[in-house]
């Protein structure tokens, strides 16, 4: 009897799994055409291959936008196109690579989050104590009444005037990033909450 039960539950557990990794596997081609759904609408132009390679899913994502954006930047745009649960389904063990034309998969560059952990506090020390970061940028906001383009071109300008080098700003925003900052105008209200044009998106949004 128990011997029965055994092999009972253990069929029961071999379909179980079956009929879910069948469930949850989509074909190459299912997944890129849901994808290309989920993200022309924004991207009209990107370039979606998916390849199973060695047991692993690899996503490539190809984009002209992306030549300004950090790969961390470029990750956190397309994963807001794509809803949650479907992620959830079909996403969730996948490697993603999101290239610029022209880029090669070890031209992308991240750093990881105990990297970004230990530099984050000297890091903002500097932006908010020794330079006026902050100021700029938010009267470009405020006074100057520029435009966020979704990337960090007002950052970037204002960082090299400080004379901050390229890998230096890798770093910088790569801490901003981490903090909620995805562009010049989520620094301002995300990061450094004290901003004129942060307080001033708070008032409208409390409207
Ligand atoms: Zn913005």
Not at 119 to 131: A, C, L, V
Request: charged residues 30%; contains cysteine.
């Amino acid at each position: 009897m128990t011997k029965t039960r055994t092999i009972l539950t253990i069929l029961i557990l071999l379909i179980t799994k079956l009929t879910y990794s069948q469930a949850i596997t989509m074909t190459e081609k299912q997944l890129t055409d849901s994808l290309y759904n989920f993200i022309r609408p924004s991207y009209p132009e990107i370039k979606i291959n998916v390849i199973d390679t060695n047991g692993e899913r690899q996503i490539f994502f190809e984009e002209d936008k992306f030549k300004v954006l950090f790969p961390r930047q470029r990750y956190h745009y397309l994963i807001h196109k794509i809803p949650s649960d479907f992620f959830t389904e079909n996403l969730e063990n996948t490697t993603w690579f999101e290239l610029a034309p022209g880029e090669k998969v070890e031209d992308l560059d991240y750093h990881d989050d105990e990297t970004i952990e230990s530099i984050s506090e000297i890091i903002m020390n500097i932006i908010e104590n020794k330079t006026n970061f902050i100021n700029k940028l938010d009267s470009s906001f405020t006074e100057s009444k520029v435009e966020c383009f979704g990337d960090f071109r007002y950052s970037k300008e204002i960082l090299t005037e400080f004379r901050f080098t390229e890998k230096e700003q890798f770093d910088i925003f790569h801490v901003f990033m981490n903090q909620g900052g995805y562009c010049d105008c989520e620094l301002l209200y995300n990061v450094f909450k004290e901003s004129e044009y942060a307080k001033e998106y708070w008032k409208n949004r409390n409207k």
